[in-house]
């Protein structure tokens, strides 16, 4: 079973920075692509960032050049930058960590969700 922790989220004003962190761990192998969605209230989840094993990495064009997503592999974890927050980017905010525990059955892991809030 592999679990999926994320922290860093909080209340920021616009303009602010923020960066979220997510560790998982259990009985992995292996972790190719991990990335960040979030939910807006109303809203459907999305895709917000996604970096592969091979550090290729993918964007949502609402937060290109304001957000960056970046991993340790020796520590399974992945971050998000937040820098230049806007009062949109207000939602929670879920990892997703994909690869494959010992005798290679892959899984996909969800972090539990951490609150992002931009007010002033």
């Known amino acids: 079973q592999v679990q999926s922790v994320e922290s860093g989220g909080g209340l920021v004003q616009p303009g602010g920075s923020l960066r979220l962190s997510c560790t998982a761990s259990g009985t992995i192998f292996s972790i190719n692509a991990m990335g960040w969605y979030r939910q807006a209230p109303g809203k459907e989840r999305e895709l917000v960032a996604a970096?592969?094993?091979?550090?290729?990495?993918n964007y949502a064009d609402s937060v290109k050049g304001r957000f960056t997503i970046s991993r340790d592999n020796a520590k399974n974890t992945v971050y998000l930058q937040m820098n230049s927050l806007k009062a949109e980017d207000t939602a929670v905010y879920y990892c997703?960590?994909?690869?494959?525990?010992?005798?290679?059955?892959?899984?996909?892991?969800w972090g539990q969700g951490t609150q992002v809030t931009v007010s002033l």
């Open positions: 970096i592969t094993s091979g550090d290729s990495t």
């Open positions: 997703n960590v994909q690869g494959t525990v010992r005798a290679a059955t892959k899984f996909t892991s």
